[in-house]
């Protein structure tokens, strides 16, 4: 398969603590997105990289929040200090040009 | 938050029905996609769209981006019962260099067998 692939795909943690996501885009891909979404909701921008830079970040991106893409292929996204309001799944996406997403990361943060 | 206004929130249709659904926007888009989403998995690529006017099909799927810039909507012939899930629209805004989506809030649709 050389969709984009996501890890974990759960991740249950009590509040206080890291967590890290892993993503790894399809190949040729230089862009790397990563998204947010609430039950319910439609995914939100979080940040976005072009190859191993680090182009832009929303308001959403608070200061516990890290994204890293150190050799512009896989990328990873560190929360730390979680709380409730963390709980999402959070979504990869890569792209040419179009945006193609990976399965996600459903967080549960107790 | 977002931006567009996409409806109907739900659909509950009979199968082999048709079935419309539209995304609304106050500000310009140089591109429209379409993604289907079902529970616990990414949303998935159902149609693109690049030009202003553009009528494209996927199987028994068509959408449209709308000469206003602002505007799309998709069409569904014949839904089967595989065609349960969310659909969104998601938009490129026209000053927008990352190319970053804009999510429509989705369309749930069910299908009766």
């Known amino acids: 398969d050389t969709g984009v692939s996501q890890d974990p795909r759960h991740k249950i943690t009590k509040r206080g603590q890291n967590v890290t996501f892993r993503c790894d885009p399809i190949s040729e891909h230089n862009r790397l997105y990563w998204y947010r979404q609430t039950l319910g909701q439609g995914p939100e921008f979080l940040t976005y990289f072009q190859n191993e830079a680090q182009l832009e970040k929303s308001r959403l991106l608070s200061d516990r929040f890290s994204a890293e893409r150190p050799k512009g292929s896989f990328s990873t996204l560190e929360i730390q200090r979680t709380e409730q309001g963390d709980s999402a799944m959070y979504l990869c996406a890569s792209s040419l040009n179009t945006q193609y997403f990976g399965p996600g990361t459903r967080l549960t943060v107790l | ?113």
């Open chain 2, 1 to 113: 938050g977002q931006q567009l206004n996409q409806s109907p929130q739900s659909m509950f249709i009979q199968e082999g029905e048709d079935v419309s659904m539209n995304c609304t926007s106050s500000s310009i888009f140089n591109t429209w996609l379409w993604y289907k989403q079902e529970p616990g998995e990414g949303p998935v690529l159902l149609i693109a769209l690049y030009k202003a006017g553009e009528l494209t099909s996927n199987g028994r799927l068509t959408a449209q981006f709308g000469i206003t810039r602002k505007d799309s909507f998709l069409n569904i012939s014949a839904s089967i019962p595989s065609d349960v899930g969310i659909y969104f629209c998601a938009g490129q805004p026209i000053y927008n260099a990352g190319n970053m989506l804009t999510f429509g809030g989705g369309t749930r649709l069910m299908v009766k067998p």
